[in-house]
């Protein structure tokens, strides 16, 4: 039971609030954004997705830059308030064809009917894009793609050396085009988080791949449609189907620990052919959800050592090395590394010639950041940073800092080594041929090396 549901830009401006039940005090959306921005300095790292102040329970998840909040005062489960916080933002974004404060500020008479129907007297009524084209009236604005900043990582989708056509992130599902009829395109993403932990001498501890494949269509008719994966997929540890039909686990098969499938995907020649057959619904859906613990070569090799140069002096030596083909390229890379609390400074050496680079020293969390705008297959980059300290100290310098964690983005490939094969249309005339986008990207979950 939700009692308010707010939208808040990145500078804490309430753009979208709605309150259904009246038990929160109306200042709730300015509490909960003065909470979130000084946590850091308060508690230490980023705000938890749920935490309670003066007995609210608020509840919030970030996407595309924008704060989408929730509240009540009862008991609810946090997992279905987060869940129902994200299909919120996916029905949004269908309806508008992009996300962002732009949008939501010249659509709000649409999304208020949006928020209207999905919730009703604070309890969840319908999260389906199908499902309320019956009862939304309002038609979307469209926002000008040549005026739109970067979108995150679906616009770091290319296919080759060309990008993506703009209308991919733009273009609202529901929506007719202005001319002519529509273009019929689908477009298909198979995104993958992987979660790596590296030792201090360098050996792989854990890792794990979260991928999911999603689907976004533009087809008129409501065509089949099949999507084939690769035929040496297994499914389950024992080399096992999903309808316990048993297949080769050879060396070069790929194993996932688990899975499961949208409600429309249609499993009858899975475990022959490794192919799913779905009606799509509107808007964007997840096709299907994987889990993978078998070893993969991780995309990034980290080594990071910390050594005393003398009793008041130290010396932190980050190397990275890109272990992806050169025909790749890696953006919006960052690295964090706790420093040992009583750093007083930081001065950094970069490599000859190195672009793009960023260095800083956050003093009031004692944390060295580097960020590379980019990082090509193959290649390696290192950073030095001296520490200094206005004390002399005995303790454990390698206990006290560390260890490093990174984020970066990787259009066009993926770790698990998962492919769609095909993508076929049930086509309804010879003149029929959609277009047909398939992508990949890989991002960090959680990539750590310890010291």
Known sequence: MISQLFVLSQRGDSIVFRDYRGEVPKGSAEIFFRKVKFWKEDEGGDAPPV?????????HVKVAGLLFVATTRVNVSPS?????????????????????????????????????????????????????????FSEPIMIDAACLPGL?????????????????????????????RNREEIFVDVIEKISVTFSASGYVLTSEIDGTIQMKSYLTGNPEIRLALNEELSI????????????????????????????SVQLDSFDMDRTLSLIAPDGEFSVMNYRMTQEFRPPF????????????????????????????????????????????RVSFELEPGAVGNTTDFKESSKRLIW??????????????????????????????????????????????????????????????????????VTQSNSYVARL
């Not at 935490?51 to 509840?59: A, C, K, P, Q, T």
């Not at 080399?239 to 409600?263: K, M, P, Q, V």
Request: net charge positive.
């Open 51 to 59: 935490f309670n102040v003066d007995g609210v329970n608020y509840f």
């Open 301 to 344: 090799h980290i080594n990071a050592l910390i050594e005393k140069l003398g009793s008041l002096k130290a010396e932190v030596i980050i190397k990275v090395r890109a272990e992806f083909p050169s025909s790749v390229t890696a953006n919006t890379i960052l690295l964090e590394m706790p420093l040992p609390a009583y750093t007083s």
């Open 371 to 440: 960020g590379l705008k980019k990082i090509v297959g193959g290649s390696e980059h290192m950073l030095r940073a001296k520490l200094t300290f206005p004390q002399e100290t005995h303790g454990n310098i390698n206990k006290e800092a560390g260890p490093v964690s990174m984020t970066f983005t990787i259009p066009m490939y993926n770790a698990s080594r998962l492919q769609v094969k095909y993508l076929q249309i049930a086509k309804k005339s010879p003149t029929s041929n959609p277009y047909r986008w398939v992508r990949y």
């Open 152 to 180: 995150g990582p679906a616009s770091f989708f290319v296919q080759g050396a060309k990008r993506m056509p703009g209308t991919a992130v733009t273009k609202s599902v529901v929506a007719n085009e202005s001319r002519g």
């Open 236 to 263: 389950g540890r024992g080399g096992r189907t999903i309808h316990d039909y048993s297949s080769s686990s050879g060396a070069g098969t790929l194993i996932l620990d688990n899975c499961n499938f949208h409600e």
């Open 80 to 136: 279905l308030v987060l869940e129902f916080l994200q299909r919120n933002a996916r029905v949004i974004k269908d309806y508008l064809g992009v996300l962002n404060e732009e949008s939501l500020r010249k659509n709000f008479v649409l999304v208020y009917e949006l928020l209207d129907e999905m919730i009703d007297f604070g309890y969840v009524q319908a999260t389906s894009t199908e499902v309320l084209k019956s009862f939304i």
